[in-house]
């Protein structure tokens, strides 16, 4: 087995593992860097790299501090999406490099994130807000309350601090740190399978991986009348090492005349 190291504090080896060991990866955790200094979900450190860069200079890291050939780094972001300020959307970014060749392959998966802040005031009742809380199975919380943040609350720590407390002004928000998050732990195993998918994909030139669909070219000619469309004719594979490139038409041949600015404009 090959090592892929992760620095995480967040426990993210066991949702990227099982993905990457057919491959002959054991993905080995370490704490060697606090992954928090380059910014925190809660906002208290501002983040200044792009999730990207985050996720190669974690991947870096894992690599220089550790003497490791293969380095991991995970990054995840909230909001943006397709339908922002409507949706909130969640993606994770993994970063694997190969110290060996100086490449790094990025995968990613991203989709709707369902748990969205609660404000709790005078009227909150306990019961119903328990309840909302526990829709979330294993989901546990930031309460933040006169300029103060407390973190990782499981749904009956928080209740009991709200009534300690006795706060009526407060605001509730998942903890997104991959350990708190299971839907984020989804994600991340997601990005994971795209992560093995890549480096399963072998350049024929080169031998180097990640040789995938890099584009889609429009262009399928309407079934009708031959004129091209905006649907998709062939994938470009591309290797980002050696540049090699090939095209291969997809499965199908002509598209629905309903696609057609000349058949259906
Ligand atoms: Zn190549
Ligand atoms: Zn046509």
Redo the contacts with the bound molecule.
């Keep these: 087995m090959n090592q892929a190291v992760l620095i995480t504090k967040h426990g993210k080896a066991k949702c990227i593992a099982n993905a990457l060991a057919p491959l002959g990866f054991d993905v080995v955790e370490s704490n060697a860097f606090d992954t928090d200094s380059l910014g925190t979900f809660a906002g208290d450190i501002e983040r200044t790299l792009s999730p990207k860069e985050a996720a190669l200079k974690k991947a870096k890291m894992a690599c220089e501090l550790l003497g490791a050939e293969f380095g991991l780094g995970s990054e995840g972001s909230f909001g943006n999406g397709p339908y922002p300020g409507i949706v909130n959307w969640n993606d994770e970014i993994l970063c694997f490099y190969d110290r060996a060749t100086d490449q790094a392959i990025y995968a990613s998966a991203s989709g709707p994130f369902a748990i969205s802040s609660i404000q709790v005031n005078s009227e909150t009742c306990r019961d119903t807000l328990l309840k909302k809380l526990n829709h979330f199975q294993g989901q546990r919380w930031l309460l933040k309350f006169d300029e103060q943040i407390l973190k990782g609350l499981s749904s009956e720590t928080l209740i009991e601090t709200l009534a300690d407390k006795q706060l009526t002004e407060a605001l509730i928000e998942p903890d997104l740190r991959a350990m708190h998050c299971p839907l984020r732990q989804k994600m991340i195993s997601k990005a994971a399978d795209d992560l093995a998918n890549r480096l399963r994909a072998i ?1 024929p ?2 031998n ?1 991986k990640n ?1 995938v669909v890099k584009e889609a070219v429009a262009g399928l000619p309407c079934e009708q009348c031959g004129l091209a469309t905006q649907q998709i004719k062939q994938h470009k594979y591309h ?1 980002e ?2 540049d ?1 490139t090939e095209l291969k038409n997809t499965e199908q041949t002509a598209a629905d005349p309903y696609y057609c600015q000349l058949c259906n404009p």
């Design positions: 350049c030139k080169c180097a040789f290797c090492c050696c090699h």
